[in-house]
């Protein structure tokens, strides 16, 4: 099992629609979550972090559920440059040092 | 320089040559991390290093080595190049090392070793 999963997509949504993405991480112990957004051929950029209760950016909503080991990202009245890879992070402790493991992506496509 | 700066931005080689990666940030950050990314997988962490003088091995750290000279530098080498090793990566920075510290990722250096 993968210890963070994300459906890959491609989601296509039209300009104005509200989508949610979610995510699931293997380690119960992780303290610290993330989304990043990647642009084609780009380097990742911090979209925001996610805290326990919950926070708003803006458009962006995520979401923590501990007990169910999932975060989620809900984006509102989708823009075309909106279009991206969303990419869910998590924490770990292993190996002597503190990381951030990070979810293969998932694609979101916005048209007119 | 603004940022993180990484050379080259693209390249090919041939399976067996030696090639160091360069990456170079002016943030004064104190923690340094060069990844790998492949297509369907996450980033996967192949070195980092907390602080200059420092490094520690990630998750993949097999046929690559680092260096941390200093606080702006941190070149990766890879020894002898071997296909699997045809990857993007990405070299990033934190103001300090720990999980809670925003990464600031580099534009990446494409490499295809054939």
């Known amino acids: 099992r993968k210890e963070v999963e994300q459906d890959p997509g491609p989601f296509n949504v039209p300009e104005g629609a509200t989508v949610a993405f979610n995510c699931t991480y293997s380690?119960?112990?992780?303290?610290?979550f993330f989304w990043y957004r990647q642009d084609c051929r780009k380097e990742p950029k911090l979209l925001m972090s996610?805290?326990?209760s919950g926070n708003e950016d803006g458009r962006f909503t995520a979401q923590l559920n501990r007990a169910s080991q999932y975060i989620s990202l809900l984006i509102r009245d989708s823009k075309l440059s909106d279009s991206a890879t969303y990419l869910c992070?998590?924490?770990?402790?292993?190996?002597?040092?503190?990381?951030?493991?990070f979810g293969a992506g998932t694609r979101l496509a916005v048209h007119p | 320089i603004a940022g993180i700066t990484q050379a080259p931005t693209s390249q090919i080689l041939a399976a067996g040559r030696r090639m160091t990666l360069r990456c170079t940030q002016d943030?004064?950050?104190?923690?340094m991390y060069w990844y790998r990314q492949d297509l369907g997988l996450g980033l996967r962490l192949i070195h980092y290093?907390?602080?200059?003088?420092?490094?520690g091995k990630g998750e993949v750290p097999d046929g690559y080595s680092v260096s941390r000279a200093n606080t702006d530098d941190f070149p990766l080498t890879l020894a002898s190049a071997v296909p699997s090793q045809t990857s993007v990566y990405f070299c990033?920075?934190?103001?300090?090392?720990?999980?809670?510290?925003?990464?600031?990722f580099g534009p990446g250096t494409r490499l295809t070793v054939l």
């Open positions: 943030m004064r950050h104190n923690a």
């Open positions: 990033a920075s934190s103001e300090l090392a720990g999980a809670s510290y925003e990464q600031f």
């Open positions: 380690n119960s112990a992780s303290q610290s």
């Open positions: 992070v998590v924490n770990e402790f292993s190996g002597g040092y503190n990381k951030l493991i």
């Open positions: 996610v805290y326990s």
């Open positions: 290093s907390n602080t200059a003088g420092t490094t």
